[in-house]
């Protein structure tokens, strides 16, 4: 009887710790991506970091090593957090710093596909102007 728990409990660890391999880790979720944006001396590090012109810093490390999976794949091994983050910055980059933009998705995803996908679904948004009363 011992022996079938055993194995269950032994396949159901395995099966958890393969799960947690197929994501990212989410060590630096509580870095404020908003705060990278709103900081051009920041935000160039990361650029330089990524495209091997600078220093990177520990997390500079760990988004380096997971760009061009996380492009390939749509984020699919991200956490939620690291998504919104993720959005976030690739949005203003595209509409805001084409300077880094460009050489970044020349390394990371030579096809275009993300800033396609970006651009097609930026055309479907729907802007809601407020109502002024006059």
């Known amino acids: 009887m011992l022996l079938p728990v055993m194995f269950l409990y032994l396949i159901t660890m395995s099966l958890s710790a393969v799960t947690e391999k197929t994501k990212y880790t989410t060590k630096y979720d509580n870095i404020n991506v ?7 001396r920041l935000l160039k590090n990361y ?8 220093k990177c810093t520990p997390d500079g490390v760990e988004l380096k090593k997971n760009m061009p999976d ?22 203003y980059l595209i509409d805001n710093k084409p300077e880094y933009w460009d050489p970044l998705q020349e390394k990371y995803d030579p096809s275009g596909s ?18 002024v009363k006059s």
Do not use: F, H, W
């Open 70 to 91: 996380a492009i390939e794949t749509d984020c699919s091994k991200c956490s939620d957090k690291q998504k919104e983050g993720s959005e976030i910055m690739i949005r």
């Open 34 to 40: 908003e705060d990278i944006v709103k900081n051009d």
């Open 114 to 131: 993300y800033k396609k996908r970006y651009l097609e679904a930026k055309k479907t948004e729907v802007n809601i102007e407020p109502i």
């Open 47 to 54: 650029v330089d970091c990524l495209l091997e012109r600078g």
